[in-house]
């Protein structure tokens, strides 16, 4: 048999050791054909993965910590959360989201510094560090600090700030972290006022240290000559003048002071939380039990500061986190969020928001731990304005207080009712919760490859249907030869099969009809003379 000429591109596989046959030059249209389906599930493909990879957790780089860190942090790193932590749905904290998320709030966080990690990406201004440039007590947490040591004694230093407030401790970058954690940080454990900015003031290099109070009042000062519209104080130290005035002079500012309650039993330590017009925030579990709290009789309400997850030092993730300080930060963040939505409310008309509105879980208030409940960050954003009170706390029990404390002036909600044996306003109506927002990342997953898969599946058929127009067959699969030109036969040629009008007949025909048939004239024979 002669070779066959290959067409064009076909030819070019001759090269390739590919059997080929005539018929599958026909396969190059074929493939040509399912290009374009092809190239179209990709493009849809690439455009899903681009809408659906903000909803999917990444998690964040590791960052190198500052070189002037000498310490081991003690926290144990977790995988990032695959549910909500408790404390997320204790506060509702999706319902929150779609309430207020701190915008244009800046809150300085007054603790161990804040490093600058990927989920606090944009939320993190250069801060400042205090901690460098003076003395610290050295006192472990709960622990009381000697009188007329020269932490409580030394003058509040300048503060000059180093432009960078980098945590070595992790302490402050979880209570940033519980304040405005954004995008880059799983769903999971973004913050309660994730649009909020964070001025990191560093006043201690270890949490289990306490600042001097001096210097804790020059910190107070410094974050609010920077613009802060809340103060986070994440330690409770001593009663001190300075830090008495710099409170003060913070609230006459019309700048929030949210301070932790302290973890011990010990009511020295309880300021500046003991203050009047401090929010003094207490921390609670998973049953609103309260832990052991410094400040007893002057707290405002209590928040979840307990089994806590936390952005860690490299970016990632922490757990077993507790303590007032982040009970301290949840409600810093919830009252930045008030700022946003009642922007006209004085420092002191929204700590009577928070009191007004907390969940009170089985008990009378005030009690002296939980103060008077736990806070509700959702109906302190959604009830009705009650009717202005004094809290009972506010009652004068601070020896160096300068008289910071404000009344209410809110506006009067109709039907308020205030809780018993206080002059504090309960939500005047009961709030109804926005609808739970659906969690529809998966759904999106399960669309985008079910669509891939029909874009596949269309792309099949059309490429099937052009090669069967085109005879196209797998390689291997013999076609049948096309007869030669000139009609030769390759083969003997098979014996004909006789029909059966070609066969004599073996029927006996009468004689009429063969008369009949012999008087039927011929056409172009003419008739009979």
């Known amino acids: 048999m002669s070779s066959l000429r290959l067409p064009g591109p076909v030819a070019g596989y001759r090269g390739l050791g590919v059997g080929l046959r005539p018929h599958d030059a026909h396969c190059g249209p074929a493939r040509a054909a399912r290009r374009p389906a092809i190239v179209g599930a990709a493009v849809v493909a690439a455009v899903l993965l681009s809408i659906l990879a903000p909803a999917v957790s990444i998690a964040a780089e590791p960052t190198s910590r500052s070189a002037t860190c000498q310490l081991a942090p003690a926290q144990q790193s977790i995988p990032a959360p695959t549910g909500s932590p408790w404390y997320a749905t204790r506060m509702g904290l999706d319902h929150i989201a779609g309430l207020s998320q701190g915008q244009g709030q800046l809150i300085a966080v007054v603790d161990t510094g804040v490093a600058p990690v990927a989920p606090l990406a944009g939320a993190v201004r250069d801060g400042l560090d205090l901690a460098a440039s003076a003395d610290s007590s050295a006192a472990p947490a709960g622990a009381a600090a ?42 999971e454990v973004r913050g309660f006022a994730r649009a909020a900015e964070i001025l990191p003031i560093r006043v201690v290099t270890r949490a289990s240290d306490l600042p001097g109070p001096a210097l804790l009042g020059s910190a107070i000062t410094a974050a609010v000559d920077a613009g802060a519209q809340v103060v986070l104080v994440g330690a409770a130290v001593r009663d001190d003048p300075a830090l008495s005035a710099a409170t003060a002079a913070a609230l006459k500012s019309g700048v929030s002071v949210v301070a932790a309650a302290g973890d011990g039993d010990d009511p020295a330590l309880a300021f500046p939380a003991s203050y009047d017009g401090v929010i003094a925030v207490s921390a609670t579990d998973d049953m609103d039990a309260v832990r052991p709290v410094n400040a007893l009789g002057r707290v405002t309400v209590g928040a979840p500061g307990v089994d806590m997850v936390g952005i860690g030092l490299d970016g990632g993730y922490v757990g077993a986190q507790q303590g007032s300080a982040l009970a301290a930060a949840i409600v810093a963040a919830t009252v930045a969020d008030l700022r946003v939505t009642f922007p006209e409310l004085t420092p002191a008309q929204l700590r009577e928001r928070l009191a007004g ?28 304005i009650g009717v202005p009170g004094t809290l009972a706390a506010d009652s004068g029990t601070s020896t160096t207080q300068t008289g910071a404390a404000a009344t209410g002036a809110a506006a009067t909600g109709a039907g ?31 669309a985008g490859a079910l669509l891939i898969l029909a874009a596949a599946a269309a792309a099949l058929v059309v490429g099937v249907r052009r090669a069967r127009a085109r005879k196209w067959r797998p390689a291997g699969v013999p076609a049948p030869d096309p007869a030669p030109s000139g009609g030769a036969a390759r083969g003997p040629a098979p014996e004909p099969v006789e029909s059966v009008a070609d066969q004599p007949s073996t029927d006996v025909v009468p004689a009429e009809s063969s008369a009949a048939t012999a008087e039927i004239p011929v056409s172009g024979t003419g008739s009979p003379n």
């Open 146 to 187: 000697p009188s007329g040591t020269a932490s409580s004694a030394t003058a509040a230093p300048e503060a000059e700030g180093s432009g960078s407030a980098s945590d070595c401790d992790g302490r402050g970058t979880v209570l940033a972290g519980l304040i405005a954690a954004r995008r880059g940080a799983a769903p």
């Open 357 to 384: 509105t907390a969940d009170r879980p089985g008990i009378a208030v005030p009690d002296a731990a939980l103060g008077w409940g736990v806070v509700n960050p959702v109906t302190a954003l959604t009830a009705p």
């Open 416 to 446: 308020a009712v205030p809780v018993a044996g206080s002059s504090i306003p309960a939500p005047a109506v009961q709030v109804t919760l926005p609808p739970e927002p659906a969690d529809n990342r998966w759904a999106l997953v399960v």
